[in-house]
């Protein structure tokens, strides 16, 4: 099935929802998945933002400005996960805990609103990685139209693409609480000094990158298309990372890849996360 084939299904889908909340993040996924709601279903298609100290500002505003240009009917929510000892304890199941205080508020909104369904941006490629964010999707409700029609992270890219999507190729972003390893306590002050420094890359041109926190140390993830400019450009890197709050900065020579932190767990029994 071809991409036209599968939004043609996702339309359907979303059509036999009645009504939706949109988890929303200013992400393709996301993005696709309000606008095609909001296309068949109107004032019964609502978009939430979630708000914490775990997505970066810079993010909020791209998503807000978005989701206006979009004409999406857009609700903030304040989540608090660092009030939650096991989220901050971060262990491998780190991402459950998040997901399960996310998707009970938005349930609670929905309820309140009327609207039947709450909905995530899980697509096909989701399946191969056993996440603790989706068990507890699953165990609150949630559905995945976008995973439902068959899309994969290429397929929502290429519709994106078709119906004019502003950021149809934006990079993929996730909570700044993958930045840390597994058993490192995650922290307001360590979160807002990642966000700094990816901010600060960003600003240098940086388009797919993450930066690893390792104590002290920065561990730079890049594109390996990207390689190249960033050890040409190495001392603004550097200062921007250290400027930031980070004593020493290192550049991963593996490069940029979703889930690195999870390399150090024993994949066999322990659950990975997202990243």
Known sequence: MGSEEKYEALLE????????????????DSTLLAVSALSVLGSRCHAALAISDTYPESEVVHARALAKELGLRLLEVETHELIDSQFRANGPDRCYHCKAELFGLMRTIADARGLRHVADGSNMDDLADHRPGARAAQEIGVVSPLRDAGFTKQDIRDVAAMLGLPNWDRPSMACLASRFPYGEPITEERLARVAAAEDSLRNLGLRQFRVRAHGDVARLEVDPVEMQSVWEMRDSVGWAMKAAGFTFVAQDLEGYRTGSLNEALDVSTAPSAEA
């Not at 889908?13 to 393709?28: F, I, K, N, P």
């Open 13 to 28: 889908r979303v059509a036999d929802l009645e009504s939706v909340l949109v988890a929303y993040s200013g992400g393709v």
